[in-house]
């Protein structure tokens, strides 16, 4: 079974960084593209950062691209995102999602709160 | 960046009844389309891919259908757990963007 677990939200200010992780099992990781998604309270879903399986091509979103950096270590099964310069909009629930073009399998998300 | 548009955004509906929801690209994704179900405090789950391509245990009242620009989902005869809100995503070419969003309630 395929499971993905987030885990590195939180509350952080406005300015500050944060680096969420994904740890993957029950499939080939390294063998497969990751993403990251979000989606803010109570709206809708905002596809983040793509990650090739093994990690030489990378796209992002506009709203995240030079803050945002994904990156994977195929040796732990683990995706990562670390998020710097945190805006209050990038609050939201952050999900990492297994991709075979489209989004196939998703984990149950970090919140990660951007407050002073 | 591809835009997708979803109508409508509320689908008022009864169990049994038939839901056909509506996603339009502004541009022509080809058959790179995708469907997904969410429910409050849940993780999305993958409906259709590819457009007309059932997920893995997706019940075969969940259909698909569309190419370009103009794509439909259709659910025969609502179930009281297909109450939901829908989204559809475009990875024809990145960013990948979602629509909206259709909440079907009862």
């Known amino acids: 079974e395929v499971q993905l677990v987030e885990s590195g939200g939180g509350l952080v200010q406005p300015g500050g960084s944060l680096r969420l992780s994904c740890e993957a099992s029950?499939?080939?990781?390294?063998?497969?593209?990751m993403n990251w998604v979000r989606q803010a309270p109570g709206k809708g879903l905002e596809w983040v950062s793509y990650?090739?399986?093994?990690?030489?091509?990378?796209y992002y979103a506009d709203s995240v691209r030079g803050r945002f950096t994904i990156s994977r270590d195929n040796a732990k099964n683990s995706l990562y995102l670390q998020m710097n310069i945190l805006r209050a909009e990038d609050t939201a629930v952050y999900y990492c999602?297994?991709?075979?073009?489209?989004?196939?399998?998703w984990g149950q998300g970090t919140l990660v709160t951007v407050s002073s | 960046e591809i835009v997708l548009t979803q109508s409508p955004a509320t689908l008022s509906l009864s169990p049994g009844q038939r839901a056909t929801l509506s996603c339009r690209a502004s541009?022509?994704?080809?058959?790179?389309l995708a469907w997904y179900q969410q429910k409050p405090g849940q993780a999305p789950r993958l409906l259709i891919y590819?457009?007309?391509n059932r997920a893995t245990g997706i019940p075969a009242r969940f259909s698909g259908s569309g190419s370009g620009t103009d794509f439909t989902l259709t659910i025969s005869g609502l179930q009281p757990e297909d109450f939901a809100t829908y989204y559809c995503?475009?990875?024809?070419?990145?960013?990948?963007?979602f629509g909206q969003g259709t909440k079907v309630e009862v």
């Open positions: 999602a297994r991709s075979s073009g489209y989004l196939v399998n």
């Open positions: 029950g499939f080939s990781f390294s063998g497969d593209e």
């Open positions: 990650i090739s399986a093994r990690g030489d091509t990378i």
């Open positions: 541009q022509s994704v080809f058959s790179y």
């Open positions: 590819d457009a007309v």
């Open positions: 995503l475009q990875d024809y070419s990145y960013p990948w963007t």
